[in-house]
């Protein structure tokens, strides 16, 4: 199940949760279940636990690359990615220019 299906069903179960009744929640196909107020609650509580650990393993994967490239935040990494990729497109049209004048074609 994707992020976006767990938070579809996520909103089900709060609403469920929140009128104290039957519900009906998405399952993973698309078709409705009804689900009882215990029933909502676990499933509500696997798709938090499933939630946290997919944040848990991108906020280790991003704590890793950060120190790859020694950086101090990721705000910073966007950052100088983009001046990276600015100057390396600058430095393709000085090299077409280059070329241009030197009558060489492009390898």
Known sequence: MDVQAISIRIEALLQSLASG???KAPDSVGSAAPLELPQALEELERAVKKLIAERDALAAREKEVLELL???????????LRTV?????????????????????PA
Not at 88 to 101: D, H, T, W, Y
């Open 70 to 80: 020694r950086c101090e935040s990721s705000d910073r990494l966007i950052h100088d």
């Open 21 to 23: 009744r039957r519900a």
């Open 85 to 105: 990729i600015n100057n390396l497109e600058l430095l393709k049209i000085l090299l077409e220019k280059s070329r241009a004048k030197a009558g060489t074609a």
